[in-house]
C-alpha cells in the first residue's frame, strides 16, 4: 500500500502541470505568511543551533550520530512551524488580533529550544549554562528583618 502511495505522488510531482500547481501553492502559502516570516526565521535558526550543538555535544560524549535522531529534528521543525502558523490563523481571523498566540506560542517554543541549546552548551564546555541563567533570573534573595516581639538570640 506505501509502495502505491509513494508511486501516485512520485507520477503526482513529476508532471509539469502539478508542479506548476505545487510552486502555486507554495507561492501563495508564503505569502499568506509572510507576516510571521521573521518569527518563522528566528525559530528556524533557534532549531538549527539546537541540532548543531547537540551534534557538537553528541560528538564530544563519543555517541554515535544515527540518521533517524536527525529526523526528529525535521519532524520538530515542521511540527513547530504548523503550530506558529495554525496561531496565526487563529489570531489573525478567529481573535481579530486581540490575543497574540503567534508570540506567545512562539516565545514558549523558543524557550524550550534556548534551554535546550544551554544544556547542549554545558556538556561541551563543562560550565553549567542554564543553572547560571536561572540564578540571574532570580530576584534577589532579601532578608527578612527580626520579629520585634522576638528575643534577640545570642
Known sequence: MTENIKQS???FTTEPENQKLGLKILAWVGVFLAPIQEILFSVGA???????????AAKKAGFKIESYKLRRSVTKSGAYF?????????QKFLMQD???IVHVVSGLIGSAELLSIY??????????FA?????LLQ???????PNKDEEPKA
Do not use: R
Request: charged fraction near 15%; avoid cysteine; proline fraction near 10%.
Open 9 to 11: 505522488l512520485m507520477q
Open 139 to 145: 530576584p534577589p534573595k532579601q532578608e527578612t528583618p
Open 98 to 100: 486581540s490575543i497574540p
Open 131 to 135: 543553572q547560571k541563567i536561572m540564578e
Open 119 to 128: 544544556e547542549n552548551m554545558s556538556k561541551i564546555t563543562g560550565v553549567p
Open 82 to 90: 504548523l503550530t506558529i502558523a495554525l496561531g496565526y490563523i487563529t
Open 46 to 56: 533557534l532549531i538549527i543551533a539546537d541540532l548543531v550543538t547537540g551534534l557538537w
